[in-house]
C-alpha cells in the first residue's frame, strides 16, 4: 500500500478521505470514550464506593499512568521490530478483558480497592503498547507533512467525546453503580478492536532499519541519543516532564478535594469535566488556524503562558470555599484552552524531526519521561494532601505547571515561530 498522493499540501481538511486514517480516526473516538468513561467511574468508585484515603487514591493513579516507566523504554525496541497492527489489536484485547472484571467483581460483591490498583497498572502497561505502536503507525497511514492535520483531528474528536463523556457518566452515575459503566468501556474497546483490524499501513511489513544481531540496549540508547541531541525534542521533552508533575498532583487530588471536601454531587463532578471538554473542544477548532497562521513554536508559547495561570483558580477554591465551584468552573475552561491548545500547536513536531527508523524508540523514550512524570506528581501529590492539605498540594501543582514557561522563555528556540527546515527530517 502507497500513501495518498492526491491530498493537497494546502489541504489541511481532507485526511479523513484516506480510508485507513478514517478507521484509525473512528477506533481511537471508541478507545476516547472508554478511557473518559473509565477515568470518570475510577475516583468516584474508590472513592465513594470503597472509601479510599487521598494517600490511596494517589496510589491508584499513580498505578494507572505507571505504564510507561515500567514497560516503556522495551516496548519502544520491541514495537520497531514488530508488526503495529497486532499490537494494538491485543492492547484492545487486554483492555476489554481487564475492565470487564470490574462490574462482574461488583455483582460478585467482591470488588477491592487492590483490584482498582491492579487492573489501573494492567490497563496502562497495556496502553503503552498501543500508544507507541499508534504513534509509529500515523506517518505510515498519511504523508509526513500532514501528520500534524491527522492529530489535529483525533484532538478534536478527543476533546468532542470529552465533552459528552463525563456528564453524561454523571448522570448515570445518580441511579446506577459506577462499576456498571465498565460494561460501556469494554465494549468501546471491542469495537476498536474491530476497527484496527481493517488498517493496513504502509510501514506495517517494514519493521524499520534495526537488525537481530544488534543489542537490546543499544536500541535503546540510540533512540534516548535522538532524543536528547534534536533541540527540539529536548525542549518538547523538558517541558511536557514538569507540565506533567503538575497535573498528576492535580488530577490525583481534584477528585478527593470536590467529592470528599467540598461534597459536591456526581453530576456536578461530571459537569465540570465537561466545561473543561467544551473550551478543549473550541480551542481544538481554533489552534490548527493560528498554528498555521502564526506558526506552531510561537503558539506553543502563548499557550503554555496560559496554563500556570489557568491552574491557580483551582487551589484558590480551597482558600475561597463560598465560590469554590465557580473557580473550579473557571479553572477547568482555562486549563482545557491551554492544554488542548498547546497539544494541538506541537501535533506532528516530533514525527518532522525523528527519522522514521527511531520513530517507535523515541515516541518510547519520550513517553516514559512524559508519561512517568504523571505519577510521579500524583504520588507527590498524596503524600503532601495526606501530610498537609489537599489545597496545599492543588498550590504545589499549580507551581509546577509554571515552569514549562520559564523553560521556554530560557530557550533561543524562542525566537522562532515556525519549525527550522534544516531540522525537519526527509522521508
Not at 370 to 375: D, E, I, L, N
Request: charged content about 15%; glycine content about 8%.
Amino acid at each position: 500500500m502507497t500513501l495518498p498522493s492526491t491530498l493537497a499540501d494546502d489541504d489541511a481538511t481532507e485526511v479523513l478521505k484516506v480510508p485507513d486514517f478514517r478507521r484509525l480516526w473512528a477506533a481511537n473516538g471508541f478507545r476516547y470514550a472508554a478511557s473518559e468513561v473509565a477515568g470518570f467511574s475510577l475516583p468516584v468508585t474508590a472513592l465513594l464506593l470503597l472509601h479510599a484515603s487521598p494517600l490511596v487514591m494517589s496510589l491508584i493513579f499513580v498505578c494507572s499512568r505507571a505504564g510507561f516507566l515500567t514497560v516503556g523504554l522495551p516496548a519502544g525496541v520491541w514495537i520497531d521490530r514488530w508488526r503495529k497492527k497486532p499490537v494494538m489489536v491485543w492492547a484492545d484485547v487486554a483492555y476489554a478483558v481487564t475492565f470487564g472484571s470490574i462490574p462482574i467483581a461488583y455483582a460478585l460483591d467482591v470488588l477491592t480497592v487492590t483490584q482498582l490498583i491492579v487492573v489501573a497498572l494492567v490497563v496502562s502497561m497495556a496502553g503503552v503498547f498501543f500508544e507507541v505502536a499508534h504513534s509509529s503507525v500515523l506517518p505510515h497511514v498519511l504523508p509526513r507533512r500532514r501528520v500534524a492535520d491527522g492529530n489535529a483531528r483525533l484532538q478534536t474528536s478527543q476533546t468532542t467525546i470529552q465533552a459528552i463523556s463525563p456528564s453524561v457518566a454523571g448522570v448515570v452515575t445518580q441511579s446506577i453503580a459506577a462499576p456498571v459503566l465498565y460494561c460501556f468501556v469494554g465494549l468501546c474497546h471491542l469495537m476498536s478492536l474491530l476497527l484496527v483490524r481493517r488498517i493496513h499501513p504502509s510501514g506495517d511489513v517494514a519493521r524499520g532499519r534495526t537488525t537481530p544481531e544488534r543489542k537490546f540496549r543499544r536500541e535503546i540508547a540510540d533512540g534516548m541519543g535522538v532524543l536528547f541531541k534534536q533541540p527540539l525534542l529536548r525542549l518538547l521533552l523538558n517541558q511536557a516532564a514538569m507540565n506533567n508533575i503538575g497535573a498528576g498532583i492535580i488530577l490525583a487530588m481534584l477528585p478527593v478535594f470536590l467529592l470528599k471536601e467540598i461534597g459536591i454531587s456526581t453530576w456536578m463532578f461530571g459537569l465540570l469535566s465537561t466545561l473543561g471538554a467544551l473550551a478543549g473542544f473550541a480551542a481544538s477548532l481554533l489552534a490548527p488556524r493560528l498554528r498555521r497562521r502564526f506558526g506552531e513554536i510561537r503558539m506553543t508559547l502563548i499557550f503554555s503562558a496560559l496554563a500556570p495561570f489557568a491552574v491557580v483558580a483551582a487551589p484558590l477554591a480551597g482558600v475561597f470555599r463560598g465560590v469554590a465551584v465557580p473557580l473550579i468552573a473557571l479553572a477547568e475552561v482555562l486549563i482545557g484552552v491551554a492544554i488542548v491548545g498547546r497539544s494541538v500547536s506541537t501535533a506532528g513536531l516530533r514525527a518532522r524531526v525523528t527519522p522514521n527508523e527511531y520513530m517507535g524508540r523515541v515516541t518510547a523514550a519520550y513517553s516514559v519521561v512524559v508519561q512517568g512524570a504523571t505519577p510521579l506528581g500524583a504520588l507527590a501529590g498524596g503524600l503532601i494532601a495526606n501530610h498537609w492539605s489537599t489545597g496545599t498540594a492543588l498550590w504545589a501543582g499549580a507551581v509546577a505547571m509554571g515552569v514549562p514557561l520559564v523553560l521556554l522563555l530560557l530557550s533561543p528556540i524562542r525566537r522562532h515561530s515556525r519549525l527550522p527546515e534544516e531540522w525537519e527530517v526527509r522521508g
